[in-house]
């Protein structure tokens, strides 16, 4: 079964400074997708950025990017010139296709807090 | 183009009574899912339909959790009775299924708490 592991319940990060955020994922197909959802205190999920399992060359969005590593089954989210804004839950998923049968599996989360 | 649409947005409710959840998807996706998030348990999927059909409903916890997709613009999900340690915010979100990655758009969710 599929997995997917955020290691980092919580990150800091000075205004305008860069953090990445960790995550990793098992599972044994060869084709898939990776998101980052940004989760405020509003509660409503926002798709940061997604990934294809296919694509070699990483994804980015504005100030927004990963670091796909597909042999160490490694998607991590870089956040450059952090902003207030960006204080919120992240969570790392992983769409994965089975039979038929899709299903996204989320990772726990990480708190991020951006400081003045 | 409007999102996905949820109501009620928030709902107080005595255990033991019936408390229905309702949602619209984007026009045109031919994917809904159903989430619950609580602090203990994460992010869970529900159930999923594809087409109004459903597709998996292993995650329904148990008999009092019923979910319907009557057409294309409007699903439900609906618990009865509800109990205390239903308390949880209730995502819906909807897909099309060529669209990059079968990306999931969501709800604003429904906070349901059940006193």
């Known amino acids: 079964a599929q997995t997917v592991t955020q290691s980092q319940p919580e990150m800091s990060v000075q205004e305008a400074e860069t953090v990445t955020l960790s995550c990793t994922y098992d599972t044994s197909e060869s084709d898939y997708y990776l998101f980052w959802y940004k989760q405020p205190p509003s509660r409503q999920m926002i798709l940061v950025i997604r990934q294809e399992a296919y694509k070699q060359q990483n994804a980015t969005e504005n100030r927004f990017s990963v670091n796909f590593q597909k042999a160490a089954k490694s998607f991590s989210l870089k956040i450059s010139d952090s902003q207030l804004g960006d204080a919120a839950m992240y969570f790392c998923?992983?769409?994965?296709?089975?039979?038929?049968?899709?299903?996204?599996?989320f990772g726990t989360g990480t708190r991020l807090k951006v400081l003045a | 183009d409007a999102g996905v649409i949820q109501s009620p947005r928030h709902e107080v409710t005595e255990m033991g009574q019936e408390v229905t959840l309702r949602c619209k998807p984007i026009?045109?996706?031919?994917?809904l899912f159903w989430y619950r998030q609580t602090m203990m348990r994460g992010l869970e999927l529900l159930i999923y339909?594809?087409?109004?059909?459903?597709?998996?409903d292993s995650g329904m916890p148990e008999d009092r959790f019923s979910a319907k997709m009557p057409n294309a613009s409007f699903s439900t999900l609906k618990i009865q009775p509800s109990e205390p340690r239903d308390s949880a915010v209730y995502f819906c979100a909807s897909s099309f299924r060529t669209d990059r990655g079968n990306t999931i758009y969501f709800g604003e969710g429904s906070w349901l708490t059940v006193v």
């Open positions: 339909f594809n087409n109004n059909v459903p597709i998996d």
């Open positions: 026009s045109g996706h031919d994917y």
């Open positions: 998923a992983y769409r994965s296709y089975s039979s038929g049968t899709y299903k996204y599996i």
